[in-house]
């Protein structure tokens, strides 16, 4: 009899947000994955309310692990936030239990414990690369090899401007340091993450536990449609970031290419065009040019139900 496999620790930059914490859920629903840190970026929301909805989604899933405080801001243009898709909480006004704990102070010692004394085996990077980028500057060759999981970037057009996805777009000089830091970088942008939708009538018909866990999720959801339907017109939850956690319990529910990757850095039309290089040195970056959505999205909505009535129990 084969030995069961041992769940692959991971650790979750992010900026909590209406699908960073239905993927938060989906890592936490699935034995693949243990959660062995979270760190904080400002992103979708000032870093407060990002941290806060961290630290109370924590409290919800009942998981006790370091939450580390990142950066407020990027490393050098002005800062911008979604808050006109997420709220100003980032989770439009879905309550959340109140935090068991306070957030450390030093999202960098967070995340290098993780990927020290706890273990982990893979980054995994939900919003901005700020924190990421800091670390790479603090530390050189601690992300060397490094397996990283990105969700960000485009090279088909942006969801904040014409030219950029909203991650690269707040930080693209952070993007253009981890691209040199030496990490085993997979970028997961807008080219995929945008077929993956769940239509109204789709998340209407699903049956879901009558539990804290269950009127969160469907809140999120719920609250995922409205904001789309304000932006683009369509009643439909796109669920970016969790596109991400797939792809970390089975990477081949995307087919990667290599490509050699830039990012435009300057504070103007252009903020966080990902661009695409001839070639270069070493390894270039594995760039998601395909997604099963099918098979994404039946993953995600069978965890996600299993998580939600574990509450009960």
């Known amino acids: 009899m084969s030995e069961p496999r041992r769940a692959r620790r991971v650790h979750v930059d992010t900026d909590p947000g209406l699908d960073d914490l239905l993927a938060l859920a989906f890592a936490a629903a699935s034995p693949e994955l243990d959660i062995v840190g979270l760190t904080t970026v400002a992103g979708n929301a000032p870093l407060e309310a990002v941290t806060y909805n961290a630290l109370g989604w924590c409290a919800l899933a009942g998981l006790d692990v370091p939450v580390g405080r990142g950066a407020d801001a990027p490393l050098e243009l002005p800062r911008i936030d979604a808050t006109h898709f997420h709220g100003a909480d980032g989770r439009r006004g879905i309550p959340l239990p109140a935090p068991l704990h306070a957030a450390e102070a030093d999202a960098g010692a967070v995340l290098r414990e993780s990927l020290t004394a706890r273990g982990a085996e893979l980054l995994i990077a939900l919003g ?25 970037g485009s090279l088909c057009g942006g969801n ?35 077929c993956v939708r769940l239509r109204e009538a789709e998340l209407s018909a699903q049956r879901w536990p009558g539990t804290a866990r269950g009127a969160f999720a469907c809140a999120l959801l719920d609250a995922l449609v409205a904001a789309e339907e304000i932006v683009s017109g369509q009643r439909a939850a796109v669920l970016h970031d969790p596109t991400a956690i797939a792809a970390a319990l089975d990477v081949d529910v ?57 509450d009960a129990a």
């Open 128 to 152: 901005p690369l700020t924190n990421v980028a800091r670390l790479a500057a603090s530390d050189p060759g601690l992300l060397d090899g490094l397996p990283v999981l990105w969700m960000g």
């Open 160 to 194: 904040v401007t014409p030219a950029a996805e909203f991650n690269c777009h707040v930080d693209p000089h952070a993007v253009d340091a981890v691209l040199d830091s030496g990490a085993a970088l997979r970028v997961i942008g807008l080219d995929v993450t945008g």
């Open 254 to 310: 995307l087919r990667w290419e290599r490509r050699w990757l830039a990012v435009e850095a300057g504070d103007g039309p252009e903020r966080g065009r990902m661009l695409e290089l001839p070639g270069g040195d070493g390894d270039a970056p594995l760039f998601a040019c395909e997604v099963h959505h099918e098979r994404v999205r039946r993953l995600f909505l069978e965890r996600l139900v299993d998580w939600c009535a574990e």
